[in-house]
Each structure stands twice: as C-alpha cells, then as structure tokens.
C-alpha cells in the first residue's frame, strides 16, 4: 500500500522560497495522481496544485500560479512543491495525496507539513 511523507515546511519570511518534498513508498508513483492541498487554521482544505506522475503534466490553482512549480523525481518517487514569492496567506499545514489511477478519490495521505510565512 501506498505512504507518503511530506517534508520541507518551515518558516520562511514574504517573499522567500520553500520546497516541499512528497515521498512515496509501497508502491510506484507511476500509477497515481498526485496532489499537493493545505489547510490553514479555521479555513477548509484547499487545493494547490497535481500532477498525472506519468505525463508530468502539472495544474495549479490560481492562488499559488506563477509562484509556485511542480517537479518530479522518479528515482526517488518523490514530487516536489517548489514555493516562490511566498505569502502571508501561505501559511497552512501542506498535505500531499494520492489517487490512483483507477480510482475516483485520494485515498493515501501523508501527514503534513508546517508551512509559517511571517517577518
């Protein structure tokens, strides 16, 4: 079964750059849909950006377009958030997830990681 671990989250003041890393293990993340989602406090989960692991193919959401990119390594099975420009309202826990490729749903989720943008 799939598990992902998500590291890299810190603080970080406007304007800096953060990279999050979504480790898989179980299984090959080739045959997953993959997406990055982050909850601030008091606020619903939002989504943030995927990637079909195959195509490579990223989509984002206006929020974080132009600032934020998507990179994958397959040696590592891992993706990567790279976040640029940061924003106070930045600030949330980041989550990445997985859905399978048969699959309507993410089912495999990893832990999070604290993401503080502040001066």
């Known amino acids: 079964q799939l598990q992902l671990v998500e590291s890299g989250g810190g603080l970080v003041q406007p304007g800096g750059s953060l990279r999050l890393s979504c480790a898989g293990s179980?299984?090959?993340?080739?045959?997953?849909?993959i997406a990055w989602f982050r909850q601030a406090p008091g606020k619903e989960r939002e989504y943030v950006a995927s990637?079909?692991?195959?195509?490579?193919?990223?989509v984002y959401s206006v929020n974080v377009k132009g600032r934020f990119n998507l990179t994958r390594d397959n040696a590592k099975n891992t993706l990567y958030l790279h976040m640029n420009s940061l924003k106070p309202e930045d600030t949330a826990v980041y989550f990445c997830?997985?859905?399978?490729?048969?699959?309507?749903?993410?089912?495999?989720w990893g832990q999070g990681t604290q993401v503080t943008v502040s001066s």
């Open positions: 179980g299984e090959a993340l080739s045959y997953y849909h």
């Open positions: 990637m079909i692991w195959n195509t490579g193919d990223p």
């Open positions: 997830a997985a859905r399978h490729r048969d699959e309507s749903t993410y089912g495999s």
